[in-house]
């Protein structure tokens, strides 16, 4: 049961992290945890499920973000977040246009940069090489 279910588990956090998340995926977890613990002949699978069972106790707000408003609150699930240059701030140094590795960012010097959020691959390399904060996850 256990190597069967945890594989299973893994397979529905992966899709509610992708983005793909739906409707009774938080219970099929609960159900599929607790018969995992129920099932499994040894301390080891018994307690596989437990980490799974403990977030969704405690972050279950979290999981419902992901399936519902497709948005990670945490903002690390690639797939649920996008950066955004933020005009105000943004000098148009082009320093995140040229460190780009898709080119997703384009504009004129001088002039606030925008993100195409098609091409960008979420990688993050251009808020590490803005020197002005300019560039958010959202």
């Given amino acids: 049961p256990c190597r069967v279910g945890t594989k299973r588990i893994l ?7 992708g983005g793909e998340g739906k409707e009774g995926d938080i219970e ?5 945890c607790a018969q995992i613990k129920q099932d499994s002949l040894c ?22 973000a ?4 497709k948005r990670c609150p945490a903002k690390v699930c690639k797939a649920l ?9 943004c000098t148009g140094c082009t320093v995140c246009a ?15 940069h925008t993100i195409d959020t098609e091409t960008c691959v979420r990688c993050g390399i251009c808020m590490q090489v803005c020197n002005f904060n300019a560039i958010v996850i959202r």
């Fill in 98 to 112: 040229r460190n780009c590795p898709t080119g997703a960012i384009t504009g004129e010097r001088r002039q606030p």
């Fill in 28 to 32: 099929l977890l609960e159900e599929l």
């Fill in 81 to 89: 977040i996008r950066y955004e240059i933020l005009p105000d701030i």
């Fill in 11 to 17: 397979e529905i956090l992966d899709r509610i992290c």
């Fill in 43 to 64: 301390g080891l699978g018994q307690g596989a499920p437990t980490p799974v069972v403990s977030t969704l106790k405690h972050f279950r707000d979290e999981y419902e």
């Fill in 66 to 69: 992901h399936i519902h408003e």
